[in-house]
């Protein structure tokens, strides 16, 4: 494509932003009390000179303070898979919050667990224990998992995604070793000391680095997410699973995202059996929640542990974890919202949404390609599909990604900021992933005409 056209047209949307949003460009110039502007600083992965600023959500549709409405596929990077404030949730954090009180009393409620028994039905561990973020829940998972075993480093997949862990922010170097992921901020150490790194979907490089002996845990997402979908190839995790027993390291399952793939995640619609799981975001309905679950033979070890604490200043845990409203929060998401059903429609508008971003490349021939998991789609720069985390990395385009970001949000579509993913609510509906099929259609031949 003519990469000095793409360059206008970024140019010519970047300017319709400004146009149509003069109130979202004015917040954000007056925010000089906030670090980088906005209050959290991810909030600057946007396309254009600045963020849309939120007024209100429901459902699908998210509105800006210039009164501009969007269809939202970004839905919280995940964590508004429920859909914005849906009834259910917001009945039952305000009967939690206000009629009865006691949000945050440091004390057990009853919805924990049936919450707990959910969790269990639906991904098959036997234990679960609450956070407020899934970042917290793999740093808690990650110290038990040190502590059963003795051993002292973490193995993960480059470019994979578990929040903020410091022992995550490792890739596979030019040489075939692990070096730190570039960007990453005030490290504590240099990250090879705690960690271990493999490709998705290479075996090989798993068993030489598990071969060292050294490695507790395997903490891994079933297929990798927040660098471009990146599924499995045939027999890779069961592989990984067999690969984990034989040298004696614990497998831990990342399901916050990959919890697209149903309503166990992957590792029911797969039929994975890890030693430990992790998800958050979106089992609160938008509410602060995580979750780690353990198998119930795990469970038995850690507590029967004399030597570790526990209960007071182990480091695992934190005095918000597990609070009533969260708890309730996720009792509603969990019985109410995410339900079989929801899945099952959201997998279908997915399916849908794959098949017209699909007709869209192949009119034009473009050397793309469209992943699915469940309800989340993506497509990616580049054909074949990306097999490994650092081909996904390196199939980026970021003024590409901009321009197509900013063309469907100048026509009320918003995508994940992070990349080109789209996920489905159960409030999404057919003529909102038609409309982005129009709208994607038009940018394309925009692009290549």
Not at 56 to 70: F, K, L, M, S
Request: glycine residues 10%.
């Amino acid at each position: 494509m003519d990469r000095s056209r793409l360059q206008d047209l970024l140019a010519r949307e970047t300017a319709e932003a400004v146009r149509r949003c003069p109130r979202s460009k004015d917040a954000y110039g007056r925010a000089d009390h906030l670090f980088g502007r906005v209050p959290m600083t991810w909030m600057n992965k946007t396309a254009g000179s600045f963020p849309r600023y939120l007024a209100a959500a429901r459902g699908a549709r998210v509105t800006d303070i210039d009164g501009q409405e969007y269809i939202d596929f970004c839905l919280g990077d995940t964590g508004a898979m429920t859909g914005h404030s849906p009834a259910a949730v917001a009945d039952a954090v305000q009967h939690r919050f206000t009629d009865l009180g006691g949000a945050t009393a440091m004390l057990p409620t009853e919805d924990a667990e049936w919450v707990g028994a959910e969790l269990t039905r639906r991904f098959g561990l036997a234990r679960w224990s609450f956070s407020l973020t899934a970042t917290d829940a793999n740093r808690w998972a990650i110290r038990l998992a040190r502590a059963v075993t003795g051993r002292p480093k973490i193995l993960f997949n480059s470019y994979s995604y578990h929040g903020s862990v410091d022992e995550s922010l490792i890739v596979v170097g030019p040489d075939g070793r692990g070096e730190a992921r570039p960007g990453n901020v005030g490290a504590p150490c240099d990250v090879t000391l705690t960690s271990r790194v493999a490709e998705f979907n290479d075996l090989e490089q798993l068993e030489r680095e598990l071969a060292h002996g050294d490695v507790a845990a395997v903490l891994m997402e079933p297929a990798l997410t927040n660098i471009g979908i990146v599924l499995p190839e045939p027999g890779y995790l069961e592989g990984v699973r067999e690969l984990t027993r034989r040298h004696g390291t614990l497998l831990i399952n990342d399901e916050t995202h990959t919890f697209s793939a149903g309503p166990g995640g992957c590792t029911a619609a797969w039929g994975l059996d890890p030693d430990l799981l992790t998800i958050g975001k979106a089992i609160g309905g938008g509410i602060p929640a995580g979750a780690y679950g353990l198998s119930a033979e795990l469970a038995d070890r850690l507590l029967g542990r004399t030597d570790l604490d526990l209960i007071d200043m182990g480091g695992v845990g934190g005095t918000l974890a597990g609070n009533a409203l969260s708890v309730a929060a996720m009792r509603a998401t969990l019985e109410h919202v995410l339900t079989d059903d929801a899945f099952a429609h959201m997998s279908k508008l997915s399916e849908r949404f794959e098949a017209g971003v699909r007709a869209g490349i192949d009119a034009h021939g473009l050397p793309w390609t469209v992943s699915r998991l469940g309800a989340r789609t993506e497509y990616r720069f580049a054909s074949p599909a990306p097999r490994t985390g650092t081909e996904s990395a390196a199939a980026a385009d970021a003024v590409l990604e901009d321009f197509l970001h900013l063309y469907l949000a100048n026509r009320g579509i918003l995508l994940t900021p992070f990349h080109n993913m789209a996920l489905m609510c159960p409030d999404t509906t057919e003529q909102d992933v038609d409309t982005h099929t129009e709208h994607f259609a038009a940018a394309l031949d925009e692009l290549v005409s």
